[in-house]
C-alpha cells in the first residue's frame, strides 16, 4: 500500500483510504519488506490517514521508527536536488535524492510543508545506454535519462540544483 495509484484527482489520500477500508482492503496487508499502510502513512507524515487506520484497528506495531530507517544510511546518498516552481499563486518544491547503488527517490512539497513521494514503486534496475531503466514488481519499465551540468542534475530534462553533499 506504499504506492497506489488510484484515478480520484479530487480527493486526498486519507479519502482514497478509507474507500480501499469500505471496500475490504486488509489493514495488516505488508508489502515485500514487511510494511504495512500504517508505516507508509506515518513514514510520509499523513498523520490523516494514519489516524484513520488506527481507529480502524490497525496494528500500532506496525508504525514507521524513523530511528530504526537505516534506508539512506545503508544506500549511501550522492546528493539531493531540488527545483522549485510557482503554479497558481503556489510555491512547489521538488527534490531528487540519487543513491550510490543508482537507485533515487524524488518527492513534491506542496503548500503546507507536506512532502509526497513521486514515483510508481519501482523495485528492480538496470543501468544501460547511459541510462537508468526501473522496473515496477509488474515488469513494466520507466526509463529516466540524467546527466550531470556542473553541479546540477538533469533529469529527464528537468534541471534541478545541487543542495546537499
Do not use: C, H
Not at 31 to 51: C, I, M, P, V
Amino acid at each position: 500500500m506504499g504506492s497506489i495509484s488510484v484515478g480520484f484527482s479530487n480527493s486526498t489520500y486519507t479519502e482514497i483510504l478509507g474507500i480501499l477500508i469500505e471496500k475490504g482492503a486488509k489493514l495488516e496487508a505488508e508489502d515485500k519488506e514487511g510494511n504495512t499502510a500504517l508505516y507508509w502513512a506515518q513514514r510520509y507524515g499523513r498523520t490523516r490517514s494514519a489516524d484513520l487506520l488506527l481507529a480502524k484497528g490497525a496494528n500500532p506495531a506496525k508504525k514507521y521508527d524513523k530511528a530504526a530507517d537505516k534506508s539512506n544510511i545503508t544506500s549511501g546518498i550522492v546528493g539531493i536536488w531540488e527545483k522549485t516552481f510557482k503554479a497558481e499563486g503556489q510555491v512547489y518544491t521538488t527534490r531528487v535524492v540519487f543513491n550510490k547503488d543508482w537507485t533515487y527517490s524524488k518527492g513534491m512539497m506542496a503548500p503546507g510543508n507536506q512532502w509526497i513521494p513521486d514515483g510508481g514503486g519501482y523495485s528492480t534496475y538496470e543501468f544501460r545506454d547511459g541510462r537508468i531503466w526501473l522496473f515496477n514488481s509488474l515488469s513494466m519499465g520507466a526509463v529516466i535519462e540524467f546527466r550531470f551540468e556542473g553541479k546540477d542534475l538533469v533529469l529527464n530534462g528537468e534541471k534541478f540544483v545541487k543542495v546537499l553533499k
